[in-house]
């Protein structure tokens, strides 16, 4: 099936630092969603995007939908201990029925 | 604010035993999808429902079943239980797009 592509699938960073990641496609999506998953957890939802070049802010978290429709990125700023944890892009595209693919993740660390 | 309530949280199960995971929502949202989770693979989309009475398979359906009967509830059965059925399990619905999830089962198959 149409996967999105995230990469690497680990990061590690230092607490106050920003980190940006992105998420990429070979085909166009109508929607762009941004989830975070804690440990023993279900993904919560961050940021959704809805029109191309769409940059979208929830407090220290910032999102863009990418203007080719391919893709998009989440930025964190000033990372704290609490951003840890595995973060998923997902997508819709024409005719999917609302069904949500979603990119295999990444998995952040923020050190003390 | 309940949201979409999963049950069991944790089972195991013997090959060839059979089990339905439950999953009920509170938010009167049309959608309804189960999803599982295996380590760094993402999210896989097993079965979705667009309303009460109409499910539809998914990327994975293979070894599972579903039924919608009710807007809340969309159960998932497992007939012969395998052992690459172990996995964590996510129920979600949504209005539209914007998907909310359960809690998750992680189900252990042995």
């Known amino acids: 099936g149409q996967q999105l592509n995230q990469s690497p699938q680990s990061m590690f960073i230092q607490e106050g630092e920003d980190v940006s990641m992105n998420c990429t496609s070979s085909s166009i999506f109508n929607t762009w969603l941004w989830y975070k998953q804690d440990p023993g957890e279900g993904p919560v939802l961050l940021i959704a995007l809805y029109k191309a070049g769409e940059l979208t802010s929830n407090g220290r978290l910032t999102a863009q939908f990418g203007i080719t429709r391919k893709d998009s990125f989440l930025n964190i700023s000033a990372s704290i201990p609490s951003d840890v944890g595995i973060y998923f892009c997902a997508g819709t595209r024409t005719g999917a029925n609302s069904k949500l693919t979603f990119g295999k993740g990444i998995t952040l660390s923020v050190r003390p | 604010n309940a949201g979409v309530t999963q049950t069991p949280k944790f089972r195991i199960l013997k090959i060839g035993q059979s089990m339905t995971l439950q999953c009920t929502q509170d938010?009167?949202?049309?959608?309804m999808y189960w999803y599982r989770q295996d380590p760094g693979m993402g999210l896989k989309l097993i079965y979705y429902?667009?309303?009460?009475?109409?499910?539809d398979k998914g990327e994975v359906p293979n070894g599972y079943n579903v039924s919608r009967s009710t807007t809340e509830d969309f159960p998932l059965r497992l007939e012969l239980a395998a052992p690459s059925q172990t996995s964590v399990y996510f129920c979600a619905s949504s209005r539209t797009t914007e998907a909310f999830f359960g809690q998750g089962t992680r189900l252990t198959v042995v």
């Open positions: 429902s667009v309303g009460a009475g109409i499910t």
């Open positions: 938010m009167n949202h049309n959608y």
